[in-house]
């Protein structure tokens, strides 16, 4: 092959590739996008419905922005030193005179780049500061949120509440604002608490304890993930965010005060429940069972999923993650319990009640 076809060779292949690229981006960029508010099942940090996520988007428009200044005149001037200044045929073989220093030149590429990073420090350091510093109101809701493999655990201590991988919080009035503050801790392993339209990512560590706040401007589910890698299913430690309207977020912390339902048409399952590995690791208020190894199970049938997200409430995917949960999340911490048929359907017809 000569050399004018290598070029046009290498030149299709880069060609290509930025095409692909493009292509790459827009389809992410038409994800995020697609969907009416609130129905989008994928979190988006530009799309930002708490104070601290406004915060962290406005920042990152402005990094944006001034990054892509620089990129355009970066690429400006070399595409014109590319066109200027290159080879023809009447040049001559001589090497062309070289330019060894330039006081103005060498100060421009040393104080602009020094301006450039000191504003982006400042803003960022605002930033860090109103996010970190906020004042807290006199109605916040406070709730302990612990990470453990692969899942999570909400507790409000003062409303007597304890929950599973879906956190309810109430909406917050700008007018009357009703935060909620989280304090973060690990049972395990390093975790990150993440959703991106409330709030920025705070990380969960072993033997300290890290905090965080959002304060949602509007009602409806959001979509949160650890963003650290603590294990086989990190990628299944999936979290949700209810915001409730105040009227609705009452009702719900009212119920989940409720003691779990006592119906004598499903004494079998507890039964299953009571004499087997159940009630080491999780808890049922008002039985024998209060294992904090797993999920609170007192209001279990109240929440959407499973398994931290990995699977529909539903009683087929239940009973499939009682007898084998190596076929929802492999490398659950959850054993096999292996009962039998008429176990398996009394167990999962009693868990139901529990709502």
């Not at 940090?45 to 428009?61: C, Q, R």
């Not at 009452?250 to 429940?273: C, H, M, T, Y």
């Not at 797993?294 to 990995?310: E, F, K, Q």
Request: net charge negative; glycine share 6%; charged share 15%.
């Amino acid at each position: 092959m000569n050399l004018r076809g290598m070029k046009r060779e290498r030149l299709a292949t880069r060609t290509g590739g930025i095409l692909l690229l493009v292509l790459g981006l827009l389809l992410a960029a038409s994800l995020c996008v697609a969907g009416a508010p609130g129905e989008n099942p994928i979190p988006n940090i530009f799309d930002p419905h708490s104070t601290p996520a406004d915060s962290v988007f406005h920042l990152s428009i402005f990094v944006l922005v001034i990054c892509g200044v620089i990129f355009l005149v970066v690429g400006i001037l070399l595409v014109y030193a590319i066109v200027k200044f290159r080879a023809r045929a009447t040049d001559s073989a001589h090497e062309p005179p070289q330019v060894y220093g330039s006081t103005q030149i060498e100060l421009a590429w040393t104080v602009i780049p020094i301006l450039i990073v000191v504003v982006l420090v400042l803003a960022t350091t605002r930033v860090i500061h109103a996010v970190q510093d906020a004042k807290r109101p006199p109605n916040v809701v406070e709730v302990i949120a612990i990470g453990h493999q692969f899942w999570w655990e909400f507790r409000y201590p003062a409303l007597g509440v304890v929950t599973a991988n879906e956190l309810h919080i109430p909406v917050s009035d700008p007018a009357n604002p009703s935060p909620t503050f989280l304090k973060l801790l690990s049972a395990d392993t390093d975790h990150s608490f993440w959703v991106p339209q409330l709030a920025g990512k705070t990380d969960l560590i072993p033997n300290r304890v890290n905090e965080m706040w959002m304060d949602p401007h509007r009602t409806g589910i959001f979509l949160g993930q650890c963003a650290q890698y603590c294990g086989t299913q990190h990628a299944k430690m999936l979290l949700q965010v209810s915001v409730d309207s105040p009227e609705d977020f009452k009702r719900w912390v009212n119920a989940q005060k409720l003691p779990a339902k006592q119906d004598d048409s499903v004494i079998a399952g507890r039964e299953v429940f009571e004499a087997t590995a159940c009630i080491n690791c999780h808890a049922v208020a008002g039985t024998a069972a209060t294992g904090r190894f797993g999920p609170d199970l007192t209001h279990m049938m109240s929440r959407r999923t499973i398994a931290s997200g990995a699977a529909e409430n539903t009683p087929e995917n239940l009973g499939m993650w009682i007898q084998d949960p190596e076929m929802i999340k492999p490398g659950s911490l959850m054993p096999a319990m292996k009962l039998s048929d008429a176990d398996l359907d009394a167990l999962v017809r009693y868990l139901e009640t529990l709502r």
